[in-house]
């Protein structure tokens, strides 16, 4: 076992990233905070958090539309901790849009970041992993198993994470480096309580209450799993999704 284990989180200002790297923080994963220039969220406030948990920590300006940048993020862990252990590509957005206005460049800017920025930061993750490495990504209920009306586009972009994970999980078994996906319900983040793209704190409080939990999500309680998926007592699990939505979606 090596002293440490390090890791990079993309989207880690805020919500279920900053949830992520506290919890990484509690069993001393080191993490590279990733930090979306421009960014209305405080990435010094997750490295607090992270501090203040007893572990360690660097912010890193990352942006997962850019190939660039998001190989010197990885490349980061290697200069600043020696090595990377596990990579979450968390980094997301959520836009409304109907059918009808879903042209091409809406459609693009979305698959930019909410697919194809997971491709980028698996394949920088995974070029710098070595046997125990293992990656997670965030996909979404709208991605596997629930419709949702004028998200087409971040549906489409949700499932393509499925798919990119099951295949990875496949490619880099014989390396022993893992590939998992974790499929969120409805949590409380920025992006949720965001009342223009999604449900807005009053909808969420509505929505909560139909959910057999009685309530929707903490990002604690993503970061848990995503946290137990990277970690080794996942060690046989790969290319698997994992549902954490309080039932909503077994209803
Ligand atoms: P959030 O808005 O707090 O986090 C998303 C983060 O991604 C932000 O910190 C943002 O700055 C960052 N980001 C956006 N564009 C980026 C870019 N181009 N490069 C790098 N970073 C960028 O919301 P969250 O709910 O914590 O979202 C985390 C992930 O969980 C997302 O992929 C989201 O789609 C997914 N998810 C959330 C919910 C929910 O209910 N909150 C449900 C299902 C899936």
């Keep these: 076992m090596p002293e440490f284990e390090v890791a990079i989180v993309t989207g880690a200002a805020s919500g279920i990233g900053r949830a992520l790297s506290v919890h990484y923080a509690q069993r001393g994963v080191r993490t590279v905070i990733g930090t979306f220039p421009g960014d209305p969220h405080d990435p010094e406030e997750t490295l607090r958090r992270v501090k203040d948990a007893g572990g360690a920590g660097v912010i890193h300006e990352v942006d997962v539309r850019s190939t660039e940048s998001v190989d010197a993020f990885a490349r980061r862990a290697v200069d600043e901790y020696?090595?990377?252990?596990?990579?979450?590509?968390n980094a997301g957005i959520l836009r409304n849009a109907p059918l009808h206005e879903l042209f091409d460049e809406r459609w693009n800017d979305?698959?930019?970041?909410?697919?194809t920025g997971v491709l980028r930061t698996?394949?920088?993750?995974a070029a710098h992993m070595s046997e125990g490495g293992s990656m997670v990504a965030v996909s979404s209920i709208a991605g596997g198993v629930y419709g949702w009306e004028e998200h087409a586009h971040y549906a489409a972009a949700k499932a393509g994470v499925l798919g990119l994970v099951r295949s990875v999980a496949v490619e880099l078994g014989p390396r022993q480096v893992r590939a998992n996906a974790v499929i969120p319900g409805l949590i409380e983040t920025p992006q949720s309580l965001d009342p223009v793209n999604s449900l807005g704190p009053e909808g969420l409080e509505r929505a909560g209450r139909d959910i057999p939990w009685g309530r929707v999500g903490r990002p604690e309680e993503v970061a848990e799993v995503i946290g137990f998926l990277t970690s080794p007592a996942a060690n046989y699990v790969t290319g698997?999704?994992?549902?954490?939505?309080?039932?909503?979606?077994?209803?």
């Design 82 to 89: 020696g090595r990377l252990d596990y990579a979450v590509a």
């Design 240 to 251: 698997q999704a994992l549902v954490v939505d309080g039932g909503l979606t077994v209803k």
């Design 110 to 115: 979305m698959l930019d970041v909410d697919l």
């Design 122 to 125: 698996l394949r920088a993750g």
